[in-house]
């Protein structure tokens, strides 16, 4: 790739956001009050604002390697905090991917170095549902099953923050699983019933009285 036409790429960029909108620049540099934190994967396959079809300031984002929410991790953390507590908004979207290849190396045996602790995160997850996952014969169908399991599984991490727990306490945030297909575009909504699945741990990750889970409309 060459860099110097990124540059060019940016002012072409510029010039076609102004012909459109004069003011376009004025307006982005007063501020964002996105709707949507998005967590997904750095997969430089898996544009956040594309896929979902949203213009820059509808969406917080977040990537880092196959869409994780580990409560350790000061940068996932900090962005939840901040999305929530300080920009308000009101969804919360893990969405993964088929084909992501942090998954693909968790399914394996091999060390690789430094990812091994983030990948261990992902192993955690095969374990907790390793009776589902070995019913599956086809390689690739377990594979993608993962996938969506690791939605489910950073969704769940998600719920149990406590800015997300007194946000659906005082106001109307969902969260909100999803998938995006990259052999077809398609993004899947995986209907994550959270008040099924958290019906019997819940009380271990609760802070108050209060109900913390809201379903997805």
């Not at 084909?99 to 983030?118: F, T």
């Not at 575009?185 to 990750?205: A, H, R, S, T």
Request: hydrophobic letters at 40%; one cysteine or more.
């Amino acid at each position: 790739m060459d860099i110097a036409q990124i540059f060019k790429n940016n002012q072409n960029w510029v010039q076609t956001k102004l012909k459109v909108e004069p003011d376009y620049f004025t307006e982005l540099s007063k501020g964002q009050t996105p709707d949507i934190l998005y967590i997904g994967c750095s997969d430089s396959r898996v544009s956040a604002e594309e896929l979902m079809g949203i213009a820059p300031g509808e969406a917080f984002v977040l990537r880092n390697i196959a869409n994780m929410v580990p409560n350790t991790d000061l940068s996932v953390m900090s962005v939840i905090n901040y999305a929530v507590e300080h920009l308000k908004v009101n969804h919360i979207v893990v969405c993964g991917h088929y084909y992501c290849g942090g998954v693909q190396a968790a399914m394996k045996s091999g060390d690789l170095g430094i990812l091994n602790p983030w990948l261990r995160n992902i192993r955690d997850v095969y374990r907790t549902h390793r009776d589902e996952l070995n019913k599956i014969e086809d390689e690739e169908s377990r594979y993608k099953r993962l996938v969506e399991l690791n939605v489910q599984e950073q969704c769940i991490n998600v719920i149990k923050t406590a800015e997300v727990q007194k946000a659906q306490r005082d106001r109307d945030l969902t969260v909100h699983g999803w998938v995006f297909d990259v052999h077809s575009g398609g993004l899947i909504d995986l209907n994550i019933d959270f008040k099924k699945l958290l019906q019997n741990i819940m009380e271990i990750y609760r802070l108050d009285l209060a109900d913390p889970i809201k379903q997805e409309k």
